[in-house]
């Protein structure tokens, strides 16, 4: 009987302040709409990949040479976000920005036992991303042939505007999603709140919760 008492009060609670949680709901999902479109910056993703094979003196592939391969993906993934690369990249393309900035754009990752290895860089631009990716991959190339004594690096994807050239942030959905969720749960909690702090008594109902004394007699409103 408790429980469904409990749960009778939970309902009319809600069913009580519906309106002010809707409203509230429909506010912070509106608000988070307003913020995504007009006041985050749109980041767009741009990716090239890198093919790190056989040395091209070798006449045929074998085991060892592909294992070998795989061994040293992730000593290029360090070498590519390492300054040499990285300020290579900034000469050539003059862009006005520290080393370590850049690094923050580049994304480097590779599939396990995979001999590819995919560079992806965000930035508010969708042709500085593309640039920027070609050139870290051409830098790589390049400099890995004097740090490396290696000539197994081609790139094998360019990046391209006939990829996907959608944003990649921020997420419209899960942003609106989010502050509705926020809005529902802050509506829920202040009906409640106000619910447990609200010790008015405004009829016979109210007496008897409040005071714990049975209710005797009432007086209808008298109007004149």
Same mark, same amino acid.
């Given at each position: 009987m408790?429980d469904?008492l409990?749960l009778?009060g939970?309902l009319k609670?809600l069913?009580?302040?519906?309106f002010m949680?809707?409203t509230l709901?429909l506010l912070?999902?509106?608000?988070?709409?307003l913020?995504t479109?007009l006041l985050l910056t749109?980041?767009?993703?741009a990716?090239?990949q890198?093919?790190?094979?056989?040395?091209?003196?070798?006449?045929s592939?074998?085991?060892?040479?592909?294992e070998?391969?795989?061994?040293?993906?992730m000593?290029?993934?360090?070498?590519?976000?390492s300054?040499i690369?990285?300020?290579?990249?900034?000469n050539n393309?003059?862009?006005d920005?520290?080393?370590r900035?850049?690094?923050?754009q580049i994304? /480097?990752s590779n599939?396990? #036992?995979?001999? %590819?290895?995919? +560079?992806r860089?965000?930035d508010?631009?969708i042709?500085d &991303?593309i640039?920027i990716?070609?050139? /870290?991959a051409?830098?790589f #190339?390049e400099q %890995?042939?004097? +740090?490396?004594?290696?000539d197994?690096?081609?790139?094998? &994807?360019?990046?391209?505007l006939?990829?996907?050239?959608s944003?990649?942030?921020?997420?419209?959905f899960?942003?609106?999603?989010?502050?509705l969720?926020v809005?529902?749960?802050a509506?829920?909690?202040l009906s409640f709140?106000r619910?447990?702090f609200?010790?008015?008594?405004?009829?016979?109902e109210d007496?008897?919760?409040?005071?714990?004394i049975?209710?005797?007699?009432s007086?209808?409103?008298i109007?004149?």
């Amino acid at each position: 009987m408790g429980d469904s008492l409990n749960l009778e009060g939970i309902l009319k609670i809600l069913r009580k302040n519906i309106f002010m949680i809707i409203t509230l709901t429909l506010l912070t999902g509106f608000f988070m709409a307003l913020v995504t479109f007009l006041l985050l910056t749109p980041k767009y993703e741009a990716e090239t990949q890198i093919l790190v094979s056989q040395s091209e003196s070798t006449g045929s592939v074998s085991n060892p040479d592909i294992e070998t391969s795989l061994q040293l993906i992730m000593t290029y993934r360090d070498i590519i976000l390492s300054p040499i690369i990285l300020e290579e990249v900034i000469n050539n393309l003059d862009l006005d920005m520290p080393i370590r900035n850049l690094s923050e754009q580049i994304t /480097v990752s590779n599939e396990a #036992q995979s001999q %590819v290895i995919t +560079v992806r860089v965000t930035d508010d631009s969708i042709g500085d &991303a593309i640039v920027i990716a070609d050139e /870290v991959a051409g830098a790589f #190339q390049e400099q %890995v042939t004097e +740090v490396m004594d290696v000539d197994n690096v081609s790139v094998l &994807a360019p990046a391209s505007l006939e990829a996907d050239t959608s944003p990649v942030a921020p997420d419209s959905f899960i942003n609106i999603t989010l502050g509705l969720v926020v809005g529902l749960m802050a509506g829920v909690t202040l009906s409640f709140a106000r619910a447990f702090f609200d010790k008015s008594v405004r009829n016979e109902e109210d007496v008897s919760r409040h005071l714990s004394i049975p209710v005797i007699g009432s007086i209808d409103k008298i109007e004149n």
